[in-house]
């Protein structure tokens, strides 16, 4: 009898042989869309500042809520605030916070900074620099940051023009705010501190307000000095900043609403360089040695000099280790950073003694 003979099992195709054919399908529709994006990326930065902006906010605004993370260790007890007050009525990008020492007593008045946050003038925040502002609240000041509006939504002067406004607002409210009217400070980081430095231009010097169409916010007496931290003050000066072209000529096209920013006459007020005299107030000033806006700092301090403005400046050698970036001083874990906000803290005890 014959044995039935065992049929071998039909062929079957393996999988793992499909695998690398459809792999490569999908890594080529894969390219094809980066090269998609890339190129509709190249386009969007050359027809609008919006997209650059947006990312450069994103960016921005999760570096500023990690740097607020890292000073909450710094923070001391024994800080009280008031939070979210509306200093412009009708302008819901008005707020402002205010910071103060609980032992306070209800009638006290101290002497007060105001600060502008950074963020390139397209992000940043009140909160993000709260904690900072509250280490110097700790020391005996009222300390106020305020919110603004931020480019591409909104341009240039309106941060200015809002600026103004908060003066105006904490001074109406100075008993509430625990706030000396005689001894203001007005401070502020990166694009924060070029709008400080703007404001305190008109509040010094009537030729300037006049040719900016504003009326300054308090008599230049009142304002006793200024804290600025790695700022931005010369328009011109930015087109020599190579190493942060691409990233300059994206929020100064978002900040000013213009492509051809630099021939645009209104923006040329923003160059606070150009317009300080000797009575601007005395002035605190630092950039990190591996800021691209140091050389900002720089020639800002090179012209309040030559006016005879009182003048202390932190500046760094070039191959000072470690290499410091731009806002350096929010960086408490480092000394450089220490050193920066002790220096701050004593430029505040000379200037707003009564």
């Given amino acids: 009898m014959a044995t039935k003979r065992n049929s071998p099992p039909p062929k079957t195709k393996s999988k793992k042989a499909g695998k690398p054919r459809h792999g490569h399908k999908r890594l080529k529709r894969l390219a094809i869309a980066l090269v998609v994006l890339v190129i509709a990326g190249w386009l969007s930065f050359r027809v609008s500042p919006w997209p650059g902006s947006l990312f450069i906010r994103y960016a921005f605004d999760k570096g500023g809520r990690k740097t607020a993370q890292k000073l909450e260790k710094y923070v001391p007890d024994g800080v009280s605030s008031v939070t979210n007050l509306q200093y412009r009525p009708g302008d819901k990008d008005a707020y402002l916070d205010a910071y103060y020492p609980s032992n306070t007593a209800s009638n006290q008045r101290l002497p007060t900074i ?10 940043g925040s009140k909160e993000t620099v709260a904690n900072y502002v509250k280490i110097l609240a700790s020391h005996g000041y009222t300390v106020v940051a305020i919110d603004y509006s931020i480019a591409p939504e909104k341009h240039y002067p309106l941060p200015v023009v809002q600026t103004d406004a908060a003066l105006r607002y904490v001074q109406a409210n100075a008993a509430r705010l625990h706030i000396d009217p005689s001894r203001f400070i007005l401070a502020g980081d990166s694009a924060g501190s070029q709008i400080a430095a703007q404001v305190a231009t008109i509040i010094t010097n009537p030729a300037y307000a006049r040719q900016m169409g504003m009326a300054s916010p308090m008599a230049s007496q009142q304002l006793k000095g200024m804290l600025l931290n ?4 010369d328009i011109a000066l930015t087109q020599k900043t190579k190493a942060a072209r691409d990233f300059v000529h994206t929020v100064l096209w978002a900040y000013s609403g213009h492509k051809d920013y630099v021939h645009d006459a209104e923006l040329q007020y923003a160059s606070v360089a150009d317009y300080v005299t000797k009575d601007f107030p005395p002035s605190f000033i630092t950039a990190g040695n591996a800021d691209p806006l140091e050389p900002q700092s720089r020639e800002l301090a ?10 202390s400046t932190l500046f760094y050698p070039a191959d000072h280790e470690p290499q410091l970036p731009h806002e350096y001083q929010f960086d408490l874990d480092q000394a450089d950073g220490r050193n920066a906000l002790n220096q701050m803290v004593g430029f505040l005890g000379q200037y707003t003694k009564p």
Wanted: charged share 5%.
């Fill in 302 to 311: 090179s012209r309040l000099s030559a006016v005879g403005v009182p003048l």
């Fill in 230 to 233: 790695c700022g931005a003050y």
């Fill in 114 to 123: 105001v600060w502008v946050h950074g963020g390139a003038w397209v992000s």
